[in-house]
């Protein structure tokens, strides 16, 4: 029986504007500062294309790591897969990289709009550690 009636797990193309403006909504309806910072920032994460780095350096350093933990004889096979897909990760630029390049893109007549993110990400970095700290004490 085919799983018609289950949501994609992907969005398409298509569907991601609508589903930014989705979470958009969603995230000003929230009680308190840091779940509409995160569900405002969650919603232009579907529209952030992230880049591949295409230097040959950090392709073989990645590569070269990847042996070393696949070589590893130490460490449990789900930490290497969990390893692997981290180091992986480290030849795409950052969420938070392409976020600003998204607003650079298609706001730069706008220099207060970088501004207005980088602060509000510091602040909700700072705030996040000191929660942190508060947590494990």
Known sequence: ?????????????????????????????????????????????????????????????????????????DLPDDIKRSLEGSISNLTRESVSHAIKRLIITHLSEDKMALEILEEAYRTHLISFRRASRINRN
Not at 16 to 35: H, N
Not at 43 to 57: G, N, S
């Open 1 to 73: 029986m085919p799983n018609n009636h289950l949501p994609k797990t992907r969005y398409e193309i298509a569907d991601k504007p609508k589903f930014s403006m989705e979470l958009f909504a969603a995230a000003r309806l929230e009680a308190t500062e840091r779940a509409r910072f995160v569900g405002l920032v969650s919603a232009l994460e579907p529209l952030a294309e992230q880049k591949k780095f295409e230097y040959p350096d950090l392709k073989k350093i990645v590569k070269d790591t990847l042996n070393k933990v696949q070589d590893s004889l």
